[in-house]
Nanobody, 119 residues
């Protein structure tokens, strides 16, 4: 069983920055691909970014490319999402997820952290 806990959300003005963290339990974190997703009120959950187990491969939603950066520290069992140049449309609950068996499915989810960007 893997437990994920997000932190770092908050209220920020447009153009500002936040860094989200996701701490994972378990000894095999370094073998998991990790991802960030978000869900705004009244909208479906959408993919934001993902990173391979080694950190060598990343991919991003077009809407955040060039503004957000996903990274991980396997020694700390933590994945990060650095968010710069935030826009009001980035307002959402942000969730981290783990692909624990390398099958492309997201097996574990955190509870989420709220990000609100004011205009």
């Amino acid at each position: 069983q893997v437990q994920l806990e997000e932190s770092g959300g908050g209220l920020v003005q447009a153009g500002g920055s936040l860094r989200l963290s996701c701490a994972a339990s378990g000894r095999t974190f370094s073998t998991y691909a990790m991802g960030w997703f978000r869900q705004a009120p009244g909208k479906e959950r959408e993919f934001v970014a993902a990173i391979s187990w080694s950190g060598g491969n990343t991919n991003y939603a077009d809407s955040v490319k060039g503004r957000f950066t996903i990274s991980r520290d396997n020694a700390k069992n933590t994945v990060y999402l650095q968010m710069n140049s935030l826009k009001p449309e980035d307002t959402a609950a942000y969730y981290c997820a783990a692909d624990a068996v390398a099958d492309g499915d997201w097996d574990y989810w955190g509870q989420g952290t709220q990000v609100t960007v004011s205009s």
